[in-house]
């Protein structure tokens, strides 16, 4: 069965300085892998995603991820955060063979980015 | 852009009561779901459907059930709310297991 797990609940970081945020994932077959963004009381927005071919994947405000298949790992890393970025962010998995498109969440990581 | 519309922000209901979340997508998407959301608890799945009429359990399906007449229209149901199901819902789409999109969610307090 598939699952992710988000190793940090909350990263406190101060302004302009760099962040990862952790994702490892299980899973027994092939898999697309998303990052979502949720800012205070809003939905979820795709901040980016990996389904194939380049293991880089960059969102358009500075974010981005690496596939590691050895390692099973999705992180999500920027040199610099701004005020802005303060946010809960989940990482989610979708098996790409046969999928109706559903997603598993991990459990979030808030992000606090302070001045 | 796709939108999703949960018509309900904000509710507060009675225990006992019958309660619908309604939501629409406007992208002819063939898959729309609910998740539950908890702090703590990430989200979790509730239901999922593929097809009008047609349904699938997620994770969490008890104490609920959807409805899909339409397409673009999927609901959720409380058929008796109680205090455990305060929560927030989000409704979601997606065509044929590309990018989910989400609505903006609707918090409910069951007093």
């Known amino acids: 069965a598939q699952s992710v797990t988000q190793l940090d609940s909350q990263v406190p970081v101060f302004e302009e300085a760099p962040v990862e945020l952790r994702c490892n994932y299980s899973?027994?077959?092939?898999?697309?892998l998303f990052w979502y963004v949720q800012y205070p009381n809003q939905g979820l927005q795709l901040l980016l995603k990996?389904?194939?071919?380049?293991?880089l994947v960059e969102s358009i405000n500075g974010f981005e991820a690496e596939f590691n298949k050895s390692q099973t790992s999705f992180h999500l890393r920027k040199p610099s955060v701004h005020i802005s970025d303060t946010a809960e962010y989940f990482c989610?998995?979708?098996?790409?063979?046969?999928?109706?498109?559903?997603?598993?969440f991990g459990k979030g990581t808030k992000l606090s980015v302070k001045p | 852009d796709v939108k999703v519309t949960q018509s309900s922000r904000y509710l507060v209901k009675r225990t006992g009561e019958k309660v619908f979340l309604e939501c629409v997508q406007d992208?002819?998407?063939?898959?729309m779901f609910w998740y539950r959301q908890d702090p703590g608890l990430g989200l979790r799945l509730i239901y999922f459907?593929?097809?009008?009429?047609?349904?699938e359990k997620g994770d969490i399906p008890e104490g609920y059930s959807v409805s899909r007449e339409k397409k673009e229209r999927f609901s959720l149901i409380l058929e008796s709310a109680s205090t455990n199901q305060t929560s927030m819902y989000l409704c979601?789409?997606?065509?044929?297991?590309?990018?989910?999109?989400f609505g903006e969610g609707s918090w409910l307090t069951v007093v």
């Open positions: 992208m002819d998407h063939e898959n």
């Open positions: 459907s593929y097809d009008v009429k047609m349904k």
């Open positions: 989610a998995v979708s098996e790409s063979a046969g999928s109706q498109g559903n997603l598993i």
């Open positions: 990996y389904l194939s071919g380049s293991t």
């Open positions: 979601a789409s997606s065509w044929r297991g590309n990018t989910i999109y």
């Open positions: 899973s027994s077959v092939s898999v697309y």
